[in-house]
Each structure stands twice: as C-alpha cells, then as structure tokens.
C-alpha cells in the first residue's frame, strides 16, 4: 500500500499540466485514506483540509441531463474558520470558459446554449480565475446522479433521499442510463481521471479531493428552515400559482429567487448576482439563467458545508447524495 501510496503521489505531482495537479503537497497527509473494493478502481488519496494556510476551490455545478440545456457553474474559494467567498459563475459551461477574469457573466446576454461537460477546461479556467499558489479545487459539487458505477435506474441514495424529505416535498428525480447516462459519466470519469476520488458514506467530511453527488431541494430547507419544498422552478411555476397570469408568476419567481440570494449571501461572501426587475423580463424562460446559478451556488454551499464538516451522506458506497446536517426532519 506504501508504495501505491508514493506511485500516486508521483503520477499527481510530477509531469503533468498545473491543472492536473489537484493532490497538494501541501495538504496534510494525516488522515490520508484509500478506498477500493470489488469491482472498484483505487481512488486517489484523499486529505484532511485543515491547513491553515491553503485556499481550497469548491466548484458548484448545476449539471443538466442533456448536451441541449446549459448547466449553471459557481466558483467559491474558502479557508478553514472562514466563510467561503464567490470567485466566478455563470450559467453554462461555454460561458464560464469563456470568462475573462474573475467574476459573473453578464446575463443580458441572448441565451446560453447547453454542451458536454469539459472536466479539465473547467479546472483549468479555474486557475486562472485563481492563480495563486496556495490554491486548490478541493471540492467538485454536482447536483446530478454520478457514481463509479453504471446507473440504469433509481438507487439507494435516490430512495434515501425520498424516504426522509419525500413528505416535505423533495424526493428526487429518477435516473435512468440515458438520463443522464453518458453525461453523468463522463463528468464522473473525467474528474476521477483528474484526481477526485467520490465522496460516498465511506468518506470522512472533509476530506479533499473530491466529487459528490449534492441535491438543492432538500439542501433548501437547510439554508431556509424550511419543513416543505420551497418553490422556485421556472418550469413549475405554473403548477405552483394556478390560475396566475406569466407576468404574475415572473413577479413571483424573482421574489423567491431573493429570498435565496438574501439568505445564501448570509454564508457566501461577495454574491455579484442581481436580480432583473419584472418590467425588464419579457417572457419567463429569461427567468432559467438566474435559476441555474441560484442552484449552482446551492451546491457549492453545500461543498462548503461539506469542508466545515456540517454535511451528511445518504446512501452507501456505490451512490451517495450529501446534505446539510441543518436540514430538519419533519
């Protein structure tokens, strides 16, 4: 195990691109831990994050199930005893690439169009957004079914989730293999090539570098103290005010959209996201950009609940969805 140890600290360290890198030397070898079973690939090792003097990137990914829908990405940066700061968002993958410096995309922009996940280009624009040598992307939070595994249809963790947070109106979604299929896998590989080992109910919270499986509706209730799904789908509104006209349901949605920015900008730092005024969206589908980001920070709150140590994984070793542990049970 010793010297799978040392051949894996060389294959990180030396020869490879800076965005490859993700395995500091810095980082605390203390708690260092593998995890392998049967039909596993050996994970890379994982840390402790409790250097004082590192920076630790968590990148919050809206994931959509489809190339066709753009996934909303957030960049926060945070430090042991601090709260965690904005660094860069925007709701595609193309946008935030395309970002030249730190910062939010300007959303007066036409449309964002969807596209395949690029691990390594998001990383890599995360060190640009973030040169600092004391930085790394320690945490990659998704809000869509990833695993080491194939999945074809509901999972543990997927019924998990529905057993406690069901009846308050937030079970999830079922996965299938074509949604999101190669998609979810694609992510789930690249980001394991590049280091990330899977945060699952054997992983100690904490622990970096990683990727997990985050879910926004339950997490909500955490942010919010909430007992019941707060509603702010762009395409639920109708369902959630009946009867309403669209310029209603837009008046509505923004409201519901601040009362998750005011309540996110109580644990993230620096939020440059500003909601448009009603007046100045013409039709409700302008509404989704601001959605996707809103959700994107959600899972990078939850990538930081998660290095403070404050979250939770349901499931077990092949499929893992993590939570807040200030989520109340009904």
Not at 96 to 110: I, Q, R, S, T, Y
Not at 264 to 282: G, K, Y
């Amino acid at each position: 195990m010793a010297q799978i140890f040392h051949d894996m600290k060389a294959w990180l360290h030396y020869g490879d691109p800076p965005e490859m890198q993700l395995a500091s030397r810095a980082w605390r070898r203390k708690h260092t831990s593998l995890h392998a079973g049967p039909g596993h690939r050996l994970a890379m090792p994982v840390t402790k994050c409790e250097d004082g003097g590192m920076v630790t990137g968590i990148l919050g990914i809206d994931a959509a199930w489809t190339e066709t829908q753009p996934s909303g990405v957030v960049l926060l940066e945070w430090s042991p005893g601090g709260r965690p700061r904005f660094v860069a968002g925007a709701p595609s993958y193309g946008s935030f690439l395309e970002l030249p410096e730190a910062g939010m995309v300007e959303l007066a922009h036409a449309g964002f169009p969807g596209e395949s996940p690029d691990a390594a280009a998001l990383l890599h624009a995360c060190r640009r957004f973030r040169p600092d040598p004391g930085f790394e992307i320690g945490v990659v939070a998704v809000d869509m079914p990833i695993g080491p595994v194939p999945i074809g249809g509901r999972r543990d963790c997927d019924n998990g989730i529905s057993r406690r947070f069901g009846a308050m109106g937030c079970g999830t979604h079922s996965p299938s293999a074509k949604r999101p299929g190669p998609i979810g896998e694609k992510l789930f590989r690249e980001f394991e090539e590049l280091g990330f080992a899977f945060a699952n109910t054997d992983t100690r919270p904490g622990d970096v570098p990683v990727i997990m499986e985050v879910y926004p509706h339950p997490a909500v209730l955490g942010l919010l103290n909430l007992r019941h799904r707060f509603p702010y789908k762009v395409s639920k509104s109708r369902r959630y005010w009946r009867g309403t006209t669209v310029r209603e349901r837009i008046v509505r949605l923004l409201e519901q959209f601040e009362v998750l920015l005011t309540a996110l900008r109580q644990e993230i730092d620096d939020i440059p996201l500003f909601l448009p005024a009603a007046s100045e969206v013409r039709f409700l589908a302008e509404l989704k950009k601001y959605e996707d980001l809103i959700d994107a920070l959600i899972c990078a709150w939850v990538g930081a609940a998660y290095l403070n140590e404050k979250a939770e994984p349901v499931g077990g070793r092949d499929g893992a969805i993590w939570i807040p542990t200030s989520v109340p049970e009904r």
